[in-house]
T-cell receptor
Framework: DTGVSQDPRHKITKRGQNVTFRCDPISEHNRLYWYRQTLGQGPEFLTY????????KSRLLSDRFSAERPKGSFSTLEIQRTEQGDSAMYLC??????????????FGPGTRLTVT | GDSVTQMEGPVTLSEEAFLTINCTYT??????LFWYVQYPGEGLQLLLK?????DKGSNKGFEATYRKETTSFHLEKGSVQVSDSAVYFCALSDLYNFNKFYFGSGTKLNVKP
């Protein structure tokens, strides 16, 4: 399977615990995005990497959230001291970028986080 | 800022009925427009796209035309099938804003046999 993969698919944690999610993009894609999707809503942008550089962060990404893409390949999203409001589907997407313009984003299946 | 508004659902249709899901957008730059579909338990899949005004995107019998004058990108299909039941998301992306996507809230389509 050469699509975007995410691990785990589901995570249940108690409030106050830390969680980490992993995203493996399509191998030749240099851009990687994280989104959050709450029930009944569309995905909301969280952050974006061009290779290993994190170039943009949404104001939705509080200081409890941190994302890395250490070698420009896979990425991790960590949430510290989870709160019930963090319960959502966390989506990863990847794309190419180039001088010829826009390439669509390919989405992974998401990680569903439930904070109890 | 950039945003997308789409009609609220759910939309319930009988098989072979005509489908329209409305989508309008607000953008300051030069957006490309997309429709993504999310089947139950699956991730978002690109359905179709249009990169400039008057372009028509089409795929699997679905169509949408990029209308700059009305800032719209309505999704249509002439004859829906039960297998089209899913949530449909309209989205825009601005090439000059690192391709960040802005999504609408989604419209759930239920097609009854």
């Amino acid at each position: 399977d050469t699509g975007v993969s995410q691990d785990p698919r589901h995570k249940i944690t108690k409030r106050g615990q830390n969680v980490t999610f992993r995203c493996d993009p399509i191998s030749e894609h240099n851009r990687l995005y994280w989104y959050r999707q709450t029930l009944g809503q569309g995905p909301e942008f969280l952050t974006y990497f061009q290779n290993e550089a994190q170039l943009e962060k949404s104001r939705l990404l509080s200081d409890r959230f941190s994302a890395e893409r250490p070698k420009g390949s896979f990425s991790t999203l960590e949430i510290q001291r989870t709160e019930q409001g963090d319960s959502a589907m966390y989506l990863c997407a990847s794309s190419l970028s180039g001088a010829s313009g826009l390439y669509e984003q390919y989405f992974g299946p998401g990680t569903r986080l439930t904070v109890t | 800022g950039d945003s997308v508004t789409q009609m609220e659902g759910p939309v319930t249709l009988s098989e072979e009925a005509f489908l329209t899901i409305n989508c309008t957008y607000t953008a300051t730059g030069y957006p490309s427009l997309f429709w993504y579909v999310q089947y139950p338990g699956e991730g978002l899949q690109l359905l179709l796209k249009a990169t400039k005004a008057d372009d028509k995107g089409s795929n699997k019998g679905f169509e949408a035309t990029y209308r700059k004058e009305t800032t719209s990108f309505h999704l249509e299909k002439g004859s829906v099938q039960v297998s089209d039941s899913a949530v449909y998301f309209c989205a825009l992306s601005d090439l000059y804003n690192f391709n960040k996507f802005y999504f609408g809230s989604g419209t759930k389509l239920n097609v009854k046999p």
